[in-house]
């Protein structure tokens, strides 16, 4: 039997995260949430998940912050940031904080499935199947 895939979903809005939850857990996922970036941070200190959904806008420590801090301490994983600004730069900033990918809200979950197809077959030295596009 196959690993179970670990997620972490990092988002301040609980109607995002229960969303986001109840798709992957019927996906086979083995998801956690958390509701801010501090709370992501204490998750990883007990656990090595496989791939990090992460909001960018968040009170406090904001998602770019966090994926910068994960970057330094070795995080090597997938990252994909979600963010209800579709625009241009803010992709780019995503992409130079050391996000992988990068979708808008709302999030269209066929897309944001391939994405995570694509990372999680990348980063496990596979072949990826899914995605590699990093638009929207």
Known sequence: ???????????????????LNNWF????YNVACASDAKE???KLEARNYD?????IKMPGMDGMEATQKLRQQGFDRPII?????????SRSK?????CD???????DRK?????????IGKSRGGESTGSPETGP
């Open 1 to 19: 039997m196959a690993k179970k895939i670990s997620l972490l979903i990092v988002d301040d809005e609980e109607s995002v995260r229960d969303s």
């Open 25 to 28: 857990i019927e996906d086979g």
């Open 40 to 42: 992501a941070l204490s």
């Open 51 to 55: 791939i990090i959904l992460a909001d």
């Open 81 to 89: 940031a979600l963010t209800a600004n579709a625009m241009r730069e």
């Open 94 to 98: 995503c992409l130079a904080a050391g």
């Open 101 to 107: 990918d990068f979708i808008s809200k709302p999030i």
């Open 111 to 119: 897309k944001l499935v391939e994405k995570l197809a694509f990372w």
